[in-house]
């Protein structure tokens, strides 16, 4: 796994015990904030009581008032307490769920990078060297005067090649240690060479090995058929003679290990009837540099790249086969779900709070099961499609709520608050088009909502209400 993965920065995780430590510590000075104002408010009723004792009509009209909404107050900071005690959890659940996903997910994108990183091998095309004398002058200055000098020096210059037939087999496995795919290389070329030269014949063929690999075994260069051995160790000149008019042919071969890419560079040279095939024994393998084969043939796990040129070409790429990973799609899509959950699970509960009467423990119920459904989805996600993990889960939540509601009708407020508050805004965050699903959830929440209040073609009817009023209250 790799160091460098790391989860999203300044986010709260509560698998760290510094973190979980704040948090506790945070929480219980808000108990305590809030404990202290409902306690100072139900003292401040009863001083105002006390100081109006004489005045028994206004001691009483006053202090039944307050005391009816005093007894409201704290039947809603019970339902408030409860979602504070759900959301502020639930956030945190989130937010390290989401530490954890993105840590999940960068772990993955590091690994498919470790599996084809390391140097490439790197083959350059040989080339066919003489040295030509080329007269040049230079002035320099003899007994107090400027003499200039007429002198010839050696220049190297290069013969173009008659012609290139390559074949380059590659087998791919992996290195254990590290996971990372090592290509194992078997080069044959064949190189003509013309002597298209007059007064000529002295020539050197200097066919470098490739670059970057790490084993180099059977390296040898042959012409016509006869072993050219090296003069000098690390030196791949090859001296040969060849008079004018004639022509020879040079087969270099060997077997190499290196990195999972592998390419053809012509060195800046033009390549005439050139012709390079490519066996790439393995999956999935394509074409790099953007040159494209001019033939490409598959045959089960092996493909066959075909690079024909019977005149000339120049090409500023090199030729090459490299491994293709699949792409790593939606990444970052669950992390960010996770973090915008809580304001979903606000909106939802909202939607409940606005359709049919709700009790203490649904609320707990409810959203327990709503968090829960975000977890199975973190890590249901991990092995299918993320949009068909929460298409079961909403199945799951869908029927779960249908016990909300103590009637038919009830019960299909409850769905369609679940839909409109929490199964399509979750699926909107998780699809490409999630501003048009969000505005549809939005849309769906206020004219269910407004048909539920204001023109009342849905409403609960008064049997109704009495049996949810009475599950309510057995709850």
């Known amino acids: 796994m790799s160091s460098s993965a790391q989860g999203i920065p300044g ?14 510590t945070q929480a219980l000075k808000a108990s305590l904030l809030l404990v202290f104002l409902v306690v100072a408010l139900g003292v401040a009723i009863a001083l105002i009581s006390f100081s109006l004792r004489r005045s028994q009509p206004e001691q009483f009209i006053f202090i039944g008032e307050w005391a009816v909404r005093y007894s409201q107050l704290l039947r809603g900071l019970q339902h408030l307490t409860l979602i504070l005690v759900l959301l502020i959890p639930g956030f945190f659940l989130c937010s390290t769920l989401s530490n954890r996903y993105h840590y999940w997910e960068q772990t993955k994108v590091a690994q498919v990078a470790e599996s084809v990183a390391g140097e490439k091998l790197e083959q350059s095309a040989p080339q066919v060297r003489y040295t030509i004398q080329e ?6 200055q003899a007994n107090g005067k400027i003499v200039k000098v007429n002198d010839t020096r050696e220049i190297n210059r290069f013969l173009t090649l008659g012609g290139s037939q390559i074949q380059v087999k590659l087998d791919q496995s992996v290195d254990v240690p590290g996971r ?9 070329a064949d190189y003509k060479v013309v002597n298209q030269l007059k007064d000529i014949n002295n020539f050197f063929f200097e066919a470098s090995p490739p670059n970057g690999y790490t084993l180099l075994a059977g390296y040898k260069v042959e012409r016509n058929g006869t072993r050219l051995q090296q003069t000098n160790s690390g030196d791949y000149g090859f001296p040969f003679q060849l008079q004018p008019g004639e022509e020879t042919t040079f087969r270099v071969t060997y077997q190499a290990q290196g990195g999972p890419r592998w390419v053809y560079s012509a060195a800046g040279q033009l390549l005439s009837n050139f012709r390079l095939t490519a066996i790439a024994n393995f999956a999935p393998a394509d074409f790099a540099s953007g040159v494209v084969p001019n033939e ?5 796990r092996s493909t066959q790249f ?41 909106w939802w509960i909202l939607l409940l709070y606005l359709s049919l009467p709700m009790s203490f423990r ?13 977890l199975t989805l973190t890590y249901l996600a991990r092995v299918i ?4 993990a929460w298409t079961l889960i909403s199945i799951i939540l869908l029927i779960l709520t249908w016990g909300l509601g103590a009637s038919r009708s009830a019960s299909l ?11 399509l805004p979750i699926f909107g965050l998780l699809v490409p088009f999630s501003g048009l699903t969000l505005s549809l959830a939005g849309l769906l929440s206020a004219v269910w909502l407004a048909v539920r209040h204001w023109y009342g073609w849905y409403s609960l009817h008064p049997e109704d209400q009495k049996l949810q009023t009475q599950k309510n209250s057995k709850d």
Do not use: M
């Open 135 to 140: 007269p040049y002058s230079y002035t320099t």
């Open 296 to 300: 490409i043939k598959v045959n089960g």
């Open 385 to 388: 499609n993320a949009q068909l």
């Open 180 to 188: 990372s795919s090592i290509y194992r290389v078997e080069y044959t």
């Open 413 to 423: 407020a409850a769905i369609v608050a679940t839909i409109a508050g929490a199964v």
């Open 306 to 346: 075909i690079w024909k040129f019977d005149d000339n070409v120049s090409v500023k790429n090199p030729f090459g086969v490299f491994t293709n990973t699949d792409p790593i799609r939606d990444t970052g899509i669950i992390p960010r779900l996770l973090l915008l959950a809580p304001t979903i699970f606000l």
């Open 362 to 374: 649904n609320i707990a119920i409810a959203g327990s099961i709503f968090f829960a459904c975000l």
């Open 11 to 24: 986010l709260p995780d509560l698998t760290h015990p510094i973190e979980l430590v704040q948090f506790g």
